[in-house]
C-alpha cells in the first residue's frame, strides 16, 4: 500500500495535472462545453496510451538492450531528481499552447508533450521496475490511471473557470514547487536503491 501511494503521488507530480489545466484552458478558451469534454477525452487517452505502453513495455525494452533494472534506476532517479530540482528551482520551462484563431482546431500537443513527457516515461518504466513482482506492473499501471483521471477532470474545471486563471498563478507556482520537492526526492530514493545493489 505504501509503494502504490508513493507511486500515485510521482505520477501525479511529474504529469502535474495544475500545468496541464492551464495549457488546456488556454487552448480551448472560449470553446463549447461539449468541445472541451471531448477534447479532454481525446488528451488524457492519449497520455494515458503512451505512458501504459511505457509501463508495459519499458523493461521489456531495457532487457532487449542488456540494461539492468538496478542500473536503469540509477539513471531514472538522477533523471527525476534533475526535473524535480528544476521545478523546486522554477526553472522547468512549460510550452505554452500558441494563439489560436476561435474557428480554428486548437492544437493540444504541446499538453501531451509535456504530460507524457521524456521524464515522465522514465518515472513510469522505473516505478514498474522497482515495484513489480507480477509479469503485469500493477503499481505502475494504478498510479497512472489515477493521475490520467485526475488530470482529465482538472482540464475540464480549468477551461469552465478560465476566466478566473490569472488570481491561481501564485497557487500554481506553489504547487508546481512543492511537487516538484516531491519528485526531486523520489528521484533521490530511485537512485540510492539502485546504488544499494551494486555496493559491495
Known amino acids: 500500500m505504501k509503494n502504490q501511494i ?18 488546456f484552458a488556454q487552448a480551448e478558451a472560449g470553446r463549447s462545453a461539449a468541445s472541451q ?7 488524457a487517452l492519449t497520455i494515458l496510451a503512451i505512458l501504459v505502453a511505457a509501463a508495459l513495455a519499458g523493461t521489456r525494452v531495457l ?14 532517479g538522477g533523471v ?8 523546486l528551482s522554477g526553472k522547468a520551462s512549460v ?15 504541446p499538453l501531451i508533450l509535456f504530460a507524457a513527457s521524456p ?17 503485469l506492473p500493477t503499481t505502475a499501471l494504478v498510479a497512472i490511471g489515477v493521475a490520467i483521471a485526475a488530470t482529465w477532470l482538472v482540464m475540464l474545471l480549468a477551461a469552465r473557470l478560465a476566466g478566473k486563471r490569472q ?23 530511485f537512485a540510492l536503491t539502485g546504488f544499494h545493489a551494486f555496493a559491495p
Open 63 to 76: 532487457h532487449l538492450f542488456g540494461v539492468s533494472l538496478d542500473a536503469f534506476m540509477v539513471a531514472g
Open 167 to 189: 488570481s491561481g498563478g501564485f497557487l500554481r507556482d506553489t504547487l508546481s514547487r512543492l511537487m516538484g520537492l516531491i519528485v526531486l526526492s523520489m528521484g533521490v530514493q
Open 119 to 135: 521524464g515522465t516515461i522514465t518515472g513510469v518504466i522505473t516505478i514498474s521496475a522497482a515495484h513489480t513482482q507480477l509479469r
Open 95 to 109: 510550452s505554452r499552447a500558441p494563439a489560436t484563431p476561435s474557428n480554428s482546431t486548437p492544437s493540444l500537443t
Open 6 to 23: 508513493q507511486a500515485i503521488v510521482t505520477v501525479l507530480s511529474l504529469v502535474n495535472p495544475a500545468i496541464c489545466g492551464m495549457l
Open 37 to 43: 469534454l471531448g477534447e479532454a477525452t481525446k488528451a
Open 80 to 87: 527525476l531528481a534533475w526535473m524535480g530540482f528544476s521545478m
